[in-house]
């Protein structure tokens, strides 16, 4: 089934932030977006589609022993059923306590429960590969937006900047990885528009931008003209909650990720986009302090994308009702 013409996307997961983002991005560039409704025919869904893009995370509450490994198998039945091509966002876990560069070329060796789970599940998007069909996994760190309330940036780095901090989750001199979510989907609006003119599994590591806690508090004391200072992640807290809140117990298990020091191997990213440029610590920034009203807008570039930046603001108030 030809479908290489089509403009049409199904997204699973357009509630979420990496879902909602793409829907967005999409639709900017004048492709059809579809959304996925959790628990109807997903093969009839895709019918016609050119893009099946999974960013569905099963509820909080599932088994997801049971769950993810199902969800998995129905998104790659629906792309065998309709011919539509699979893209998935990745992340780091899948790579345990083995030290970065991370890239397509390094074995899964996960140390988590979920870690398992999404090592499993990228094996079996490999397994499914044919003539007719790409799969790709973008992968990246930690998301970051202004506007999203619930990126861990927002919910733990920066909850505390009105009272002059910042957070941090690890050491505060590592540098960790933050994927801007309007640039990281750019990227998957380009890979949609080429990367089904081969078949077969592509990985693609996005950069992202790469800093530590020390580094954004710095970047913050230049933008506000203040002192910021830097805290610990309270993980005491999370231990207390753990029995009774997933969010905590997630946490706790990825707490050795924010020990390490995150770094990807970008050799793929930089031949399919030799030009692109990711958005700068500075940028981010920015647009944090800009929608949080701590930060006048100045002249030059930064007032000219006020507007944008707004807008996009707006975009992400109403992210779950898209």
């Not at 901090?165 to 690890?170: E, H, I, K, P």
């Not at 030799?274 to 930060?295: A, C, T, W």
């Amino acid at each position: 089934m030809d479908n290489s013409m089509s403009r049409r996307i199904l997204i699973l997961g357009m509630g979420g932030l990496f879902g909602a983002a793409c829907a967005r991005a999409f639709r900017a560039a004048g492709w059809d977006v579809d959304r996925y409704r959790r628990g109807s025919d997903m093969s009839v869904a895709a019918r016609g589609a050119r893009w099946i893009v999974n960013a569905m995370n099963p509820p909080a509450t599932a088994d997801l022993q049971r769950e993810l490994p199902e969800l998995t198998q129905a998104v790659i039945a629906a792309s065998r059923n309709s011919g539509a091509s699979i893209m998935v966002p990745g992340n780091f876990l899948i790579y345990g306590r083995q030290p970065a560069p991370w890239g397509p070329d390094m074995a899964a060796a996960p140390v988590t429960q979920r870690g398992h789970l999404r090592a499993e599940a990228e094996a079996r998007y490999r397994d499914a590969i044919d003539r007719e069909r790409a799969i790709v996994i973008l992968r990246a760190g930690d998301f970051v937006m202004p506007g999203a309330r619930n990126t861990l940036m927002n919910r733990v780095i920066l909850s505390g900047l009105s009272k002059g901090y910042v957070t941090a989750l690890g050491p505060a001199s590592v540098p960790h990885i933050h994927a801007d979510l309007e640039d990281m989907t750019q990227i998957a609006v380009s890979l949609a528009e080429t990367a089904d003119r081969h078949s077969g599994f592509l990985e693609v590591p996005y950069p992202g931008a790469r800093f530590s806690a020390q580094d954004l508090a710095a970047e913050l004391e230049e933008q506000l003209n203040r002192k910021i200072n830097l805290r610990g992640y309270h993980w005491g807290t999370d231990a207390l909650c753990a029995p009774f809140s997933v969010q905590a117990r997630q946490m706790r298990a990825n707490r050795y990720l924010y020990k390490m020091p995150h770094a990807v191997d970008d050799t793929v990213f930089r031949v399919l986009f030799p030009d692109h440029r990711v958005k700068s610590l500075q940028r981010i920034v920015f647009e944090h302090l800009y929608f949080r009203g701590m930060k006048v807008v100045p002249q030059g570039q930064a007032a000219r994308e006020a507007p944008r930046l707004a807008a996009h603001g707006q975009a992400m108030l109403t992210q779950t009702i898209l």
